[in-house]
């Protein structure tokens, strides 16, 4: 159980709206928010780097904050400024030769896919689309049947970012192994709404950011790199932090994943990021997985009954992001709609998850994201003003 008096005292923004949009950008809470103004407050007074060494030893832990957060070990944790940085350090670090293969799921998100397709095209990969299950999450059956030694990477995403549906990532895990491919988990959507332990569901490299559902400070992301990747990853973007200079032409390269961080980082973000971490761990990863599913299930249940609204969510097992349209509207106008009845949500769009948006003849979908946070009187008036926006709308086309 959520203590919901305290999460609310350390969320104020949580009673002025229905804030549906954590899948966005979610509130953080008071104690995140007291760490980073209160390390921009003291860089102030003393200066950047005599700030950071005050807290040399906070920004340390944190590493194995995450990797208590994440289940591995805090060697194999880095720090980014987004999950897209993270996707793109991990990546670039796959070796790679011309006719080599990587498949990928429905669901992949954009800011993955078009990396993928410049690096298939400029070195002579294939990019291969793994067909869904039935319930139109990753498929491990259809993997195995496309996987051959050629295959270097699987990339799978845990959560979309245009619905609920959760992959069975271990399955995917183990038909990759088996064939010798490393994967690649986006759990940008999972990881704080769901318990995600990277060493139960065996993956290679997961990535993440800071602001969604963690309730960390935007431009803050995080990395994992278990040892089956380290071992053959090649960093190719390391600065002075990832390496030393030790000669006029020699220098060495870090051997833990912060080899894929670079020097410069806003250190009161970081320390925020970490804090959202705390509060989690601190509320527990299974209680909140509890939460959240409890109210999108609620949510998607009621909107499901209101007349001319569609809900779009695949998968059996679902999650906290909850996906809708309504009848003769675009998703724009429900999304402003809802605004001036206070209720935030957000806007799905094609071009950010491609291939399942064309596949189903989606060109945009409603997107509400309720967190541990909003309350079931508050779910309810927001169901309430989806009802009167789908009337209105209704009457509009009589
Ligand atoms: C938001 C999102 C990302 C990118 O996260 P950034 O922190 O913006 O880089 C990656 N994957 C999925 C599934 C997302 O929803």
Redesign the pocket.
């Known amino acids: 159980m959520i203590d919901m008096t305290r999460v609310l005292a350390d969320t104020p923004g949580a009673a002025k709206q229905v804030f549906l949009n954590s899948a966005g950008s979610s509130l953080p809470p008071a104690p995140v928010l007291q760490e980073v103004i209160g390390h921009l407050r003291r860089e102030a007074e003393i200066g950047g780097y005599e700030a950071l060494d005050e807290r040399e030893a906070d920004l340390e832990a944190g590493y194995a904050v995450f990797a208590e957060l994440l289940g591995c070990r805090p060697d194999q944790v880095a720090f980014t400024d987004?999950?897209?940085r993270s996707w793109l350090a991990a990546f670039d670090a796959v070796p790679l030769a011309a006719g080599d293969r990587i498949l990928v799921g429905e669901l992949e998100?954009g800011?993955?896919a078009i990396p993928l397709l410049m690096r298939a095209q400029a070195v002579g990969v294939s990019v291969e689309l793994v067909p869904s299950d039935a319930d139109g999450t990753f498929s491990a059956d259809a993997l195995a049947d496309l996987l051959d030694e050629r295959v270097k990477l699987v990339s799978v995403?845990q959560v979309?970012?245009n619905g609920g549906a959760v992959a069975d990532v271990r399955r995917v895990s183990d038909a990759a192994h088996a064939a010798g491919a490393l994967v690649l988990l986006?759990a940008?959507?999972a990881v704080g709404q769901l318990a995600v332990d990277a060493e139960a569901l065996d993956v290679d490299i997961l990535t993440g950011?800071g602001?969604?559902w963690l309730r960390g400070p935007r431009g803050t992301?995080f990395l994992v790199v278990r040892d089956r990747a380290k071992a053959v990853l090649r960093p190719k973007l390391a600065d002075l932090q990832g390496g030393t200079w030790t000669g006029p032409d020699t220098y060495t390269l870090r051997d833990d994943a912060r080899v894929y961080e670079l020097w410069e980082n806003d250190t009161a973000a970081r320390l925020g990021l970490i804090a959202a971490a705390r509060y989690l761990l601190d509320l527990g990863p299974a209680a909140v997985e509890q939460e959240v599913t409890q109210r999108s299930t609620y949510l998607r249940a009621g909107l499901a009954a209101i007349p001319g609204v569609t809900v779009h969510d695949l998968g059996v097992r679902k999650s906290g992001l909850v996906t809708f349209s309504i009848a003769g509207l675009e998703a724009t106008e429900v999304q402003a709609a809802l605004a001036r009845r206070d209720v935030a949500v957000s806007v799905s769009r094609r071009s950010s998850t491609y291939y399942d948006m064309a596949r189903r003849g989606l060109t945009e979908v409603v997107r509400a994201s309720p967190h541990y946070f909003v309350t079931e009187a508050q779910l309810d008036a927001a169901l309430g003003a989806v009802g009167a926006v789908a009337e209105a709308a209704r009457k509009a086309a009589d």
Do not use: E
């Open positions: 987004s999950a897209t998100y800011g993955n995403v979309p970012t986006d940008c959507q950011t602001r969604k992301g």
